[in-house]
């Protein structure tokens, strides 16, 4: 069964909170400004993503967003929500199936589906989509903290 959680009181939350089917979401809208700050950031001006003219002559038949983008809000969500502040990404795996236009907004699911104690790590389900339609799916592993750092006061 999936419950579907928003960020810890304290930011995150620590391995002895997380459960198997505890979830998270978050929505973005996808704009100009965000994909033109991403190629800037990635340093990806690939024109598929930034050339109308260009993107227009391809098979997506006009500008589409990086890929990464739409995973960089599942990194927001997993780094603020679930597990939130003081996770950690070891690994994630991704399949993107359609593209992201501007002026989508992605709806990013974020599940818990293993832990493992020993190893403070969590798997998460990683879904994106623009209205139903499942756009990327992956899974991340990430460290999860054990306990919270005690307050400096």
């Known amino acids: 069964m999936v ?4 960020q810890h009181p304290s930011g995150g939350y620590i391995l002895d909170e997380l459960h198997v089917g505890m979830a ?12 033109r700050l991403f190629a800037e950031a990635s340093d990806d001006f690939n024109p598929v993503h930034l050339d ?14 990086h890929g990464l983008l739409s995973a960089a ?9 679930l597990p939130g502040a003081g996770s950690i990404y070891i690994s994630q795996t991704l399949a993107f199936h359609f593209p992201v236009r501007i002026g989508d907004s992605v ?11 020993e190893g403070a790590r969590a798997q998460l ?29």
């Open 107 to 117: 709806r990013i699911v974020i599940t818990v589906i293993e832990l493992d104690q």
């Open 52 to 65: 109308e003219e260009f993107a227009s002559r391809t098979a997506y038949r006009g500008r589409i967003a």
């Open 73 to 81: 809000f599942g990194s927001a969500v997993v780094g603020t929500i």
């Open 125 to 153: 389900k990683c879904e994106g989509f623009v209205g139903d339609k499942l756009i990327m799916d992956g899974v991340a592993v990430v460290r999860v903290p054990r306990r919270r750092k005690p307050s400096a006061r």
């Open 3 to 6: 419950e579907y959680v928003t």
């Open 24 to 35: 998270a979401e978050k929505t973005v809208h996808v704009t100009e400004d965000r994909i």
